[in-house]
């Protein structure tokens, strides 16, 4: 019997092979579209799951003024797991990022100092060496197989020393396997805790990721509140509250301790895979119910030679599922082709290993199902239902009449979705271009920003005066952190405040000329200025923090961090400090670098000559610091850098959007086709009555016009609340105009009309005489 | 075998009752080779397709072997239709992508009967046909007559105990038409039971009886000798009667 379905399938495919090209190759691209965004999806969720303890790892999250923050105080690890039974092990995570020299070859690595149970919390493999052994010694350093190789080549490692941040030798006691790409955690190498000394033990500087693994039974809900007033208890410099919060390791990668959770974006996907499939799948079912006509005979017959009716449905399900195993083939092909380019579209390194990997096998047996019964249902509800008698006996019927208003509803649909899709990329475009163009207060052009090594730091000064002389270099300053990425927190208060209400603002170490060098705008009082001896105490604050002090005239007054008290010398124009998803929070700025020496130099360079002036940069930084590396980078590209995810998203969504329009548009070339055919005997009448080609044209289009205006209405309000939501993410946004609706309408109008214009002009010039002979 | 009881059709639109058929009062022996005449319209397709379970009556009642059909599920009536009726058409409606083998085999499939059985059921008929060297052609390869052929043994092949046909020969030349009502005759001496639709007094000379329909009423029944067909016919006629 099957085989029987399927002969007829088979040859119904080869019989009709443009119906069927549209039908499958439609499919086979929404499949592989749903396909590759599910793989990414996947790999989203995944992220932390390999460690064994996934489930009951956690890390403290201190909120100071509202916001939560990773970093901990380095003491609060020791005094958690004393006071709370509920904890099995807690380790601590501190970024140490390092140059790595052994011998003559050095390299900068991202690395970390960890506590001797971090081996034993996470799942991080060890090749050799036991997680037991491998921090004994205050001097050990555990490398991963990469940086292994990079460091040694085929050498063994274990035993042989390294030399950090030209300062300290340590030994290499162990090797570990390269850190998954989903972990949230990066590093290549990692280092003891006991390397950061007594300071380390005892300081409630907030500094460290904090990582408890609690037992299983532990009730979280009572957990959370105990622990909640924890930094209080310890910490009795401040009044002001800090509460502790605690975190699921599982929701480290997708959720935001602050703001928008990423996990949006996995939904939105899902959303886009989905209706990508669907609107595939609508084709289907539009182009069987159109063709109904041309199958009912044999449905007729098949019911005459006693088909129940379960049988025809049965055999249309089996075709439409086998249709689908087809496309699903044909999209297995397109994966394979589009995986590397989507990889480097989305930043990720995805696979498909059918052999290996069960779920996958499960998740291409879904997307057969669901598209095979999806587009097969409704196909065969509609053709089991015919009557033999109304088939058979009347020749060509009005059979498929039934059907009209389901396809113009899905026609509908389709490119309502579609639509949506447009506006929704014209704005996230919109945005990135409103982001990449906005005044964020700052002149980050030509601005060169270069890494300070330790021996950099010691001859700084001098180096400063050096270049200065050079006249391509317009000015010389450096800071601790880059001006994108402000983020240290220090209690702080000022005249008619005291230190018993402190609140917390940003501090950034900088040196003379910072706000010079990076075209930011005094707006009250002086900047930093080395003929005032005075102002090694003094601060400057951006509007906001002065916006927070509540002072009308803030120059002269006194300010103060922690206990350096200085005065208020200057105010200046607020900047983006962060990312423009976060508002501008307050910042103060000092010379002092008792809270953190400076990292970065900061040179604004004349863009003429502009790598000779970079060689000349990287010739004096090795006469004044010979033993490091000379890493620089441009300002405007590091703020770019911030926003790559965005551009990610923009790009994975453009693309899809084009595809969506694709198969939209295909369907509608195959019913455009399929209507004209079926009214290729009116046309002629109407053409021997004296039509014109155009207005035959004019016949045809206009009821899909008429479809796709009411399509655009539907879309419109639906995308319109839509990507209000989604810009919320940002603080500074883009306004939603009017033209963005307008241009998705006409660009989905437009392509439409192309499509079905090629099948109106042909069905409107066949010679009447060859139609009207058929009957 | 069949009774027919006050069987009436109509088509609502509106309003409006189109009567295709009124009244109809019908019995038919097993073994008998009924023919039903009349003009266009006159309600003759419509009776022979609620005889053949593909349509309801509106009203009425219907015994087919005592069952009442009338108050049956669809899922019975297939059930019934597919175990005892064979139909053929004016315009043969083989299935186009399926050859002639599979066309065969179709019912079958159906039925439920095993494959080997299947097999050997089909070679039978593809060898009483004399239709085995055209067993892998598809309809479209095939002349009218041979199609029809095709159909006919189609309907044959579940052996029916009722055949049912409309307008058998409308799309045959002479020499094809009368061929295929040989056939059936010979189907109906073997003792199939026979009920054709159809306007050629030639072919209703075939039949044992004749009945007329008129704007959807019966008119009379008659003996197809008293129905007034050519003298040869009857002769014919006759004598097949006295064979059997």
Partial sequence: MIKNYLKSAWRGIRGHKGYAF??????AIGMAACLLILLWVRDELSFDTFHDNYGAIYLTVPEL????????????????????????????????????????????EQGGLVDD??????????????????????????????????????????????????????????????????????FDLLGSTKLLGERGETSWSYEANTYALLHQNTDMDEFRKKISGFLNEHDKRTKQKVPLHIQPLAKVHLYALNGTDPIVYV???????????????????????????????????????????????????GEAILSSTFALLAALCLVYLFLPSFNRLAGKQLTLDIAGDGSIALILAAIVIFSGLLSGSYPAFLLSSF?????????????????????????????????ILIIGTIIMSKQLDFIRKKDIGMNRDHVLSISMSREMRSNYPSFKNEIRRNSDIVNVSAARRLPLNISHMNPVFWEGRGPENYLTMTDASVDYDYFETLGMHMIQGRSFDNKFPTDQENYVLNEEALRMTGLSSPIGKMFSIWEDKGRIIGIVKNFNSRSLHSPIGPVVFTLSQRHGSYEYIFV?????????TISYLKRKAAEFAPNSLFEYSFLDEEFNRQYAEDRRSGSIYRYFAILAIFISCLGLFGMASFIADQRTREIGIRKVLGASVRSIIAMISRDFLFLLVIANVIAWPLAYYFMGNLLKSYAYRTSISIWVFTAAGGVALLVAQLTVIFQAIRAARANPVDSLRYE | MIKLRDITKFYSSGFVKTFVLRN???????????????PSGAGKSTLLYIIGMLDDASEGEYYFYDQAIHSLNEKKRTQIHQQNIGFVFQSYHLIDELTVYENLETPLLYKKVKADERKSLVADTLDRFRIVAKKNLFPSQLSGGQQQLVA?????????????????????????????????????????????????????????????????????????????????????????????
């Fill in chain 1, 604 to 612: 604004k360079i004349k863009p003429r000559n502009l790598s000779a």
């Fill in chain 1, 22 to 27: 549209i039908n499958i190759a439609g499919l």
């Fill in chain 1, 117 to 186: 149970d971090f081996l034993k919390i996470f799942t991080f493999p060890l090749l050799k060496g036991t997680p037991e052994t491998v921090f004994a010694a205050r001097d050990s350093i555990v490398l991963t197989e990469r940086a292994a190789r990079k460091h040694f080549g085929t050498r063994d490692p274990i035993g042989k020393s390294l030399r950090i941040n030209n300062k300290t030798e340590l030994i290499v006691t162990g090797i570990m396997k390269d850190i998954p790409a989903n972990s949230h955690l990066q």
């Fill in chain 1, 267 to 317: 939904y939105i996907f899902l959303a886009i895979a989905i209706a990508i499939l669907v609107i595939a799948c609508i084709n289907f079912i539009n182009l069987a119910t159109a063709r109904a006509n041309t199958r009912a005979k044999e449905i007729g017959m098949r019911k005459v030679v006693g088909a129940a009716r379960a049988d025809i449905i049965k055999q249309f399900l």
């Fill in chain 1, 65 to 108: 003024e509202g916001t939560k923050y990773y970093a901990n105080p380095l003491a609060l690890a020791k005094a958690f797991k004393q006071q709370y039974p509920e904890v099995r092990k807690i380790a601590r995570y501190w970024q140490w990022d390092a140059l790595v020299r052994n011998g003559e070859t050095a390299f900068n």
């Fill in chain 2, 24 to 38: 109809i009062d019908l019995d038919v022996r097993e073994g008998e080779f009924l023919t039903v005449m009349g």
């Fill in chain 2, 152 to 244: 006919v043994a189609r309907a044959v092949i579940i052996n029916p105990k009722l055949i049912l046909a409309d307008e058998p020969t409308g799309n045959l030349n002479s020499k094809q038409g009368e061929e295929i009502m040989e056939l059936f005759k010979k189907l109906n001496r073997e003792g199939t039971t026979i009920i054709q639709v159809t306007h050629s007094e030639k072919n209703a000379s075939y039949s044992d009886r004749v009945i007329h329909l008129l704007d959807g009423w019966m008119e009379k029944e008659s003996k197809s000798i008293a129905g007034g067909g050519k003298p040869e016919a009857g002769d014919r006629k006759n004598k097949s009667m006295e064979k059997a």
């Fill in chain 1, 387 to 419: 009557k033999p008698v109304t088939v058979l006996s009347k020749g060509k019927s009005s059979a498929a009449a039934g059907g009209t208003i389901l396809r113009r509803i899905l026609v509908v649909s389709q490119f309502t979705a579609t639509i």
